[in-house]
């Protein structure tokens, strides 16, 4: 089934969204929400949401910045938090049913986030390497605030949205495209990396194509990934987490079961023959954890295995 694309507005910025399905079915079964990851945006889920569309609803949202979603304007910048407040008012705009969540890597954040603020709307959580980013050294903050500072100054950052848009560099076609995402990651599929590089690109009026999202978001964050912070919301998760990771990723956290212990329920399990992007490198077998945890059941489907 083919996704309808849409838009939805936030304090004038327009967010695009995904949907597979019927939503009129959303209030009965509930919806799965998918979050996306750094660079990335919302397609990404989209064999997962072709297998899953009979089960449920799947709606997946290109946070601001990425994919088809509005960039922020002149003297504008993206703070991770932003991308919470907007799901919870795209939650909204749908009507406010019952969600699961699927979330990949920044969206396991944005997710766990998500669930703290609204428990009473969660019905379960699926996170794909999404249990944050690695701890880091809050003694240095003023580095990180440092680097930020100087990365604002870069003669492409500086000027108006226009600029930044005017800066890409363009690759020949979506094909280029498609074989670039091919190289940073092996197990990707060529006729699904054409789907996302089309999606994930449009043209450049130099000719050939760019990537959608805004260069803006290649600068490093403010503020250090402050885990002790961010266990406050883990705590305040209640509904139940199948957190997943591949058997080849190079993410594994040092602390991943404390921050799992923290959750009031949860299954780790390992996808075998995945990297850091399961959902690219292993769909069909996703969509099957999916498909059983949106159901209740512990079960973990074959090529997973439980930690």
């Given at each position: 089934?083919?996704?309808?694309?849409?838009?939805?507005?936030?304090?004038?910025?327009?967010?695009?969204?995904?949907?597979?399905?019927?939503?009129?079915?959303?209030?009965?079964?509930?919806?799965?929400?998918?979050?996306?990851?750094?660079?990335?945006?919302?397609?990404?889920?989209?064999?997962?949401?072709?297998?899953?569309?009979?089960?449920?609803?799947?709606?997946?949202?290109?946070?601001?910045?990425?994919?088809?979603?509005?960039?922020?304007?002149?003297?504008?910048?993206?703070?991770?938090?932003d991308n919470v407040a907007d799901a919870v008012l795209l939650h909204a705009a749908l009507g406010s049913p019952p969600v699961h969540l699927l979330a990949h890597s920044m969206g396991g954040s944005v997710a766990t986030a998500f669930a703290s603020a609204r428990p009473e709307l969660v019905r379960s959580l699926i996170l794909l390497e999404g249990m944050g980013p690695p701890r880091e050294d809050l003694d240095l903050a003023p580095v990180r605030?440092?680097?930020?500072?100087?990365?604002?100054?870069?003669?492409?950052?500086?000027?108006?949205?226009?600029?930044?848009?005017?800066?890409?560099?363009?690759?020949?076609?979506?094909?280029?495209?498609?074989?670039?995402?091919?190289?940073?990651?092996?197990?990707?599929?060529?006729?699904?990396?054409?789907?996302?590089?089309?999606?994930?690109?449009?043209?450049?009026?130099?000719?050939?194509?760019?990537?959608?999202?805004?260069?803006?978001?290649?600068?490093?964050?403010?503020?250090?990934?402050?885990?002790?912070?961010?266990?406050?919301?883990?705590?305040?998760?209640?509904?139940?987490?199948?957190?997943?990771?591949?058997?080849?990723?190079?993410?594994?956290?040092?602390?991943?079961?404390?921050?799992?212990?923290?959750?009031?329920?949860?299954?780790?399990?390992?996808?075998?023959?995945?990297?850091?992007?399961?959902?690219?490198?292993?769909?069909?077998?996703?969509?099957?954890?999916?498909?059983?945890?949106?159901?209740?059941?512990?079960?973990?489907?074959?090529?997973?295995?439980?930690?």
């Amino acid at each position: 089934m083919d996704a309808q694309h849409l838009t939805f507005s936030v304090r004038g910025l327009p967010l695009a969204y995904s949907v597979w399905g019927d939503q009129q079915k959303a209030a009965e079964k509930g919806v799965l929400f998918c979050f996306h990851g750094f660079l990335d945006h919302g397609h990404s889920f989209a064999t997962i949401a072709r297998a899953l569309t009979s089960e449920l609803p799947v709606i997946a949202v290109d946070f601001r910045g990425f994919g088809h979603s509005g960039w922020l304007g002149d003297g504008g910048y993206y703070h991770f938090l932003d991308n919470v407040a907007d799901a919870v008012l795209l939650h909204a705009a749908l009507g406010s049913p019952p969600v699961h969540l699927l979330a990949h890597s920044m969206g396991g954040s944005v997710a766990t986030a998500f669930a703290s603020a609204r428990p009473e709307l969660v019905r379960s959580l699926i996170l794909l390497e999404g249990m944050g980013p690695p701890r880091e050294d809050l003694d240095l903050a003023p580095v990180r605030l440092r680097r930020w500072i100087e990365s604002l100054a870069d003669p492409v950052l500086a000027g108006p949205a226009m600029q930044r848009r005017a800066a890409r560099k363009p690759m020949r076609d979506v094909s280029e495209a498609a074989e670039r995402m091919i190289r940073t990651n092996p197990r990707l599929p060529r006729d699904r990396a054409l789907e996302l590089a089309t999606y994930g690109s449009e043209d450049d009026p130099r000719g050939g194509v760019v990537w959608r999202f805004d260069p803006l978001h290649r600068t490093p964050g403010a503020r250090p990934f402050n885990a002790d912070e961010y266990a406050h919301h883990w705590r305040e998760v209640k509904a139940p987490v199948l957190s997943l990771y591949g058997d080849a990723s190079e993410w594994m956290l040092a602390d991943l079961a404390e921050r799992h212990a923290l959750l009031a329920s949860c299954v780790m399990g390992t996808v075998v023959n995945a990297g850091h992007n399961i959902h690219h490198d292993q769909p069909d077998v996703v969509a099957d954890a999916v498909r059983a945890w949106v159901r209740g059941e512990q079960a973990l489907p074959a090529g997973i295995s439980r930690r």
